[in-house]
């Protein structure tokens, strides 16, 4: 064998080794960056666990795998740990469903709020040159088509 084999056999060793021992060495200084569950995101992965587990369960029988009294025992069992899971589901959408019917609310109340455009009587006032509804002295767009304002003059009140 000449050196340079030997070299490059022994590099070659050296990276392999790197590389199958980088996972041991860095496992301290790793921290995860994956966000822990919701209670959430908890509950709907253990319902889908349990279903997961009633339809291997409902193969195996199928397959004849398992006895008739063994598979009605647990699928029972699987069926009632599901709907308790489901319930619970359920419960921490009516939280969730109280905090929506409170944004709702509070749209429903700025809708109902019948803002009237500010018309100035000063005389400098404006209106809009497509549609002619007043529109504020701040307004950049009409209120009413969208026309844009800020490149028009100001068509005052008092002619």
Known sequence: MTIGSILLGLALLIVVVLILARPLILHGRHKSTIAP????QQLLLRKENLLNQIRALDFDHDTKKIP?????AQRTELVAETAEVLKQVDTL??????????????????????????????????FCTNCGQPIDPGDNFCTSCGQDMRKQQPVLENR
Do not use: F
């Open 68 to 72: 008739d009294d063994v598979y009605t």
């Open 37 to 40: 569950l919701s209670t959430r």
């Open 93 to 126: 959408g009516t939280e969730d469903q109280a905090i929506y019917a409170e944004i709702e609310t509070a749209v429903a109340q700025l809708r109902q709020s019948n803002h009237q455009p500010v018309v100035s009587t000063n005389g400098k006032g404006r």
